[in-house]
């Protein structure tokens, strides 16, 4: 199969897979937007924002690791398996328990945080499915996988709703998405131990091992952290200096940016292992490549947020219903964070392909504390416009010196692949 079209299938199902995940959270947060009170709204929103950023530091970086060897070299895949599996769940556990400890001393109501406590659990068979995915993804294969995670979500969403429509509290809903990331994990890995031929799972303890990946990983884990900063701790600054019932009108426009991000991510699991194998053969592999996935995002990035903007407000009011104007106009500002997220995605893979996460960290960093700046300035005086602002501000600061450090270090981007689609000259098919 030809890499564009390897690319764009794969995009397609892991896109699949991250609506899968995210479905079911955000078909039941629609829902009690719409028939519970905006403070039990806003609980639900930040118990999945806490479960978010635990999930991701439980990660450290180390599914981007396994990505990319196992795309060079497939022998790789064994040891990394077996080596992560009980460092996940190492990882996992002491960050739930740690959390658990810290909510104490958190300013929420106690049905919050029982709430975003259960939610919480989800890191630990979360994060050990994430390293199945991750073996599959670096295998650019990625079918199966997509189909067992959205099968997953469905049976999370209907529990969902039915536990709605009984006038269940919120608390067991959170129990149902313990049992379904449950579920999950265990289909997960015994597809893949029986596909790949790996053996029975083997939760051995490899001190060397650990830390060999997780010293390699640390800047990847900084990144994270970073990002998880910028994309998931809004909601902790607004919750911190406005009631839940806040949150809840943030999370609306929120939960449809985020569902544009899946997009943005489903890509970039795609592009990765690609660009990966292209840095192996040449740079002009590399250039070519990197130059045709660049003006595919600003393409395509462009015109979805063009739609978006013009149509926020029926958007917001069809998901909805009537009531959250201030909720339109919030997306009407995330959006563009969306576009630009998508111009990041060659620029930050192509630093880790290069084994350069600490650059990659630096130019976080930047993003980072601008972010962080301007929310404390903005939030406080303008609520969930200010956050939204706040994070498209700061973005470029990442986005620029990445581009320019690309082009100087890396590859350049070359525009003369344009004269050889067949648009242009039907007589030169597009490069591979």
């Not at 080596?83 to 959390?99: A, P």
């Not at 959205?150 to 049976?155: G, Y």
């Amino acid at each position: 199969m030809k890499p564009y079209r390897s690319v764009l299938q794969n995009s397609f199902f892991n896109l699949l897979a991250a609506v899968g995940q995210r479905i079911g959270q955000t078909v039941i947060f629609i829902l009690i937007a719409r028939s519970l009170p905006l403070t039990q709204a806003g609980a639900f929103k930040l118990s999945i924002t806490y479960a978010s950023i635990l999930f991701a530091l439980s990660l450290w970086g180390l599914e981007q690791l396994l990505i990319r060897d196992v795309a060079r070299d497939r022998e790789t895949l064994r040891p990394y398996v077996n080596g992560f599996l009980m460092l996940r769940l190492v990882l996992s556990i002491t960050l739930w328990l740690g959390f658990a400890l810290a909510l104490n001393f958190f300013p929420y109501n106690a049905e919050s945080k029982r709430i975003i406590l259960i939610m919480a659990l989800t890191i630990i068979p979360d994060s050990i499915s994430d390293i199945y995915k991750a073996v599959w993804i670096g295998l650019e294969r990625v079918k199966t996988i997509s189909i067992i995670v959205f099968v997953a979500s469905l049976f999370r969403l209907s529990g969902g709703i039915l536990l709605l429509q009984t006038a269940q509290p919120v608390e067991t809903i959170g129990y149902l998405f313990v049992a379904t990331s449950i579920a999950e994990m265990f289909v997960l890995g015994m597809f893949t131990h029986h596909a790949l031929k790996l053996g029975p799972i083997k939760w051995t303890i490899d001190i060397p091992f650990w830390v060999k990946n997780l010293r390699e990983a640390t800047p990847l884990i900084i990144v994270s952290f970073i990002l998880l900063i910028e994309y998931q701790f809004d909601d902790v600054i607004l919750s911190f200096f406005w009631p839940e019932a806040e949150v809840g009108i943030y999370g609306t426009a929120v939960t449809i940016f985020t569902l544009l991000l899946l997009i943005v991510r489903s890509f970039q699991l795609a592009v990765f292992p690609v660009l990966s194998r292209a840095h192996k053969v040449s740079v002009n592999r590399l250039q070519s490549i990197y130059s045709q996935i660049l003006v595919f995002l600003f393409l395509g990035a462009g015109v979805l947020t063009i739609v978006i903007t013009l149509f926020s407000s029926k958007i917001i009011t069809l998901i909805y219903g009537p009531g959250f104007e201030e909720a339109a106009k919030i997306l009407n500002i995330l959006v563009w964070a969306f576009f630009i997220s998508a111009l990041n995605v060659p620029h930050s893979r192509l630093l880790i392909v290069t084994n350069r996460q600490k650059i990659v960290a630096t130019f976080a960093v930047f993003s980072m504390v601008g972010n962080l700046l301007l929310s404390f300035l903005l939030v406080p005086r303008l609520g969930g416009i200010g956050t939204a602002w706040a994070r498209v501000a700061a973005m470029p600061l990442f986005t620029l010196p990445a581009f320019f450090y690309v082009q100087k270090h890396i590859c350049r981007f070359n525009g003369n692949f344009l004269w050889q689609l067949p648009y242009f000259n039907k007589k030169q098919p597009l490069k591979e």
